[in-house]
C-alpha cells in the first residue's frame, strides 16, 4: 500500500517552455501532498505543500507563479514549471499523505533538464 | 533549517547490524521522529516514525531515548541493498496546513553497507 507514482519519470525541455509533472496516489486518497526539488549532492528542499481543493502554500523563496501547483483531486497534483530555465534543472519529488498521520509517501522523483 | 543532527557517514559490514544516532535536543512533545532513507537517484522511502516508545516493522527498529532528546535507527542484518542516505527529521504540524507536518531535510547519514 501507499504507492505514489509520478509521470514522466524524465523530461528535457527548451529554455523557456513550459512542463508539466503529475504526482499521482495510486492506492490511498492524499489530502495533503508535497513538492521537493534537490540538487545534486544535496538534500530534499520542500517547495510547497497543497490541500486537495485549496490554493498551494509556497515556502519562503519558491515563485508561485513559477511554480504552478494544482491538486484538483484526492489522488493527483500537479506541477507545472512555467518558462523554463536551465537553472530549473532539477530532481523534482512529490510525496503524499492521507493526513491522519503525519507520514508521507514519496514518488519516485522527476528528472528535468532544461537546455 | 533541520531540527536534527547526524553523523555524514557511516559504514557497515553486510549481515551485521547497522545503528544509525540521530540527536534532536529541541524536539517539542507533540512532535514525532521520523525516518527514511534514499537510495541513489529515488524517491525517499519511508522507514518507521515514533512518538516516544520504542517502535519496530520489518524493515528496522527505532529507539527513542526517555528524554526524547535523540534516537537510534537500527537495521538488524544490513545487505547491500540497505547502502543509501538515512534521514532523521522531526515532524511539526504547519499552521493552516491541514493535519500533515511539513518534513524538513537534512544532510542525513551516508551508509555504506560493505561485502
Known amino acids: 500500500g501507499a504507492v505514489v507514482s509520478q509521470h514522466p519519470s524524465r523530461v528535457i525541455c527548451k529554455s523557456g517552455t513550459s512542463v508539466k509533472i503529475e504526482c499521482r496516489s495510486l492506492?490511498?486518497?492524499?489530502?495533503?501532498m508535497f513538492w521537493y526539488r534537490q540538487f545534486p549532492k544535496q538534500s530534499l528542499m520542500l517547495m510547497a505543500t497543497?490541500?486537495?481543493?485549496?490554493?498551494?502554500?509556497?515556502e519562503q523563496g519558491v515563485e508561485k507563479d513559477k511554480f504552478l501547483i494544482n491538486h484538483a483531486s484526492l489522488t493527483l497534483s500537479t506541477l507545472t514549471v512555467t518558462s523554463a530555465h536551465p537553472e530549473d534543472s532539477s530532481f523534482y519529488i512529490c510525496s503524499a499523505s492521507t493526513g491522519t498521520t503525519d507520514t508521507q509517501y514519496f514518488g519516485p522523483g522527476t528528472r528535468l533538464t532544461v537546455l | 533549517d533541520a531540527k536534527t543532527t547526524q553523523p555524514p557517514s557511516m559504514d557497515c559490514a553486510e549481515g551485521r547490524a547497522a545503528n544509525l544516532p540521530c540527536n534532536h535536543s529541541?524536539?517539542?512533545?507533540?512532535?514525532?521522529v521520523y525516518w527514511y532513507r534514499q537510495i541513489h537517484s529515488q524517491g525517499p522511502q519511508y522507514i518507521i516514525h515514533g512518538l516516544k516508545n520504542n517502535e519496530t516493522n520489518e524493515m528496522a527498529s527505532l529507539i527513542i531515548t526517555e528524554d526524547r532528546k535523540s534516537s537510534t535507527l537500527i537495521l538488524p542484518h544490513a545487505t547491500l541493498r540497505d547502502t543509501a542516505v538515512y534521514y532523521c527529521?522531526?515532524?511539526?504540524?504547519?499552521?493552516?496546513?491541514?493535519?500533515?507536518?511539513?518534513?524538513?531535510f537534512g544532510q542525513g547519514t551516508t551508509l555504506q553497507v560493505k561485502p
Open positions: 497543497s490541500n486537495e481543493g485549496s490554493k498551494a502554500t509556497y
Open positions: 527529521i522531526v515532524s511539526f504540524r504547519g499552521q493552516g496546513s491541514g493535519n500533515t507536518g511539513k518534513l524538513i
Open positions: 529541541t524536539i517539542s512533545g507533540n512532535e514525532y
Open positions: 492506492d490511498f486518497q492524499a489530502t495533503t
